[in-house]
């Protein structure tokens, strides 16, 4: 949960400023949110385990929740700034005429406009890091520090019966189904909101 936290408090201020606010390099920089997660994890996995270890972040909680967010914040950017696009600016305007400043606007206005989006990124950021296996197996050697798809893993083992492997398995996806089934109205509004405007 505080990756979702991380992320959303990165991703709503960016994805506003993409979608709202005119500067130099807006375009590109708006076409460019994706590249950093186009790039995959085992490409900057050595870089990565050497920072952390050179930095003693490695094996660490503040190691896990410094570099998760990375890996969620460009998708959540990408995804909320089609959404703010998709909201109608004459409200905003008419709340910086009422005497707003631009944070209340966003505050007031915009956020309370954005809640299906909000709910279906903070879902999907969820699931990101909730599946997250890579950095977790790269930079977590205390078993008291595991996640739970690193945990699971290391059930996997010849001493270790194989049902206790799968009985984990099936009870790391219960807690992504029970909230998918919970949300999924939301999801399904905030994924398709802001991917046609008219």
């Known amino acids: 949960m505080l990756t979702v936290f991380i992320t959303l408090a990165f991703a709503i201020p960016g994805a506003y400023a993409v979608a709202r606010l005119r500067f130099k390099g807006?375009?590109?920089?708006?076409?460019?949110?994706l590249l950093i997660y186009m790039v995959p994890m085992i490409v900057l996995a050595l870089p990565i385990y050497i920072a952390f270890?050179?930095?003693?972040l490695r094996n660490s909680f503040w190691g896990i929740v410094m570099i998760y967010p990375v890996t969620t914040i460009?998708?959540?950017?990408?995804?909320?700034?089609?959404?703010?696009?998709?909201?109608?600016?004459?409200?905003?305007?008419?709340?910086?005429?009422?005497?707003?400043?631009?944070?209340?606007?966003i505050?007031?206005?915009?956020?309370?406009?954005s809640l299906p989006a909000?709910?279906?990124?903070?879902?999907?950021?969820f699931m990101i890091a909730w599946n997250e296996f890579l950095l977790?197996?790269?930079?977590?050697?205390?078993p008291s520090k595991f996640t739970l798809t690193r945990g699971?893993?290391?059930?996997?083992?010849?001493?270790?019966?194989?049902?206790?492997l799968m009985a984990g398995s099936v009870v790391a996806?219960?807690?992504?189904?029970?909230?998918?089934l919970g949300l999924e109205r939301f999801m399904t509004k905030g994924l398709t909101a802001g991917s046609v405007k008219g």
Request: proline content about 6%; charged content about 15%; hydrophobic content about 50%.
């Open 26 to 33: 807006q375009a590109a920089f708006s076409r460019s949110i």
């Open 118 to 125: 909000l709910a279906s990124v903070s879902l999907y950021v």
């Open 152 to 164: 699971i893993a290391s059930l996997n083992s010849s001493e270790i019966p194989r049902q206790h």
């Open 74 to 105: 460009p998708v959540a950017l990408y995804m909320l700034q089609g959404y703010f696009r998709g909201l109608p600016a004459e409200v905003e305007e008419a709340g910086l005429m009422d005497g707003l400043s631009r944070l209340a606007v």
């Open 53 to 56: 270890s050179m930095t003693g």
């Open 173 to 180: 996806t219960v807690p992504i189904m029970a909230l998918f």
């Open 136 to 142: 977790a197996f790269m930079l977590l050697d205390d």
């Open 107 to 113: 505050w007031k206005i915009t956020l309370p406009l």
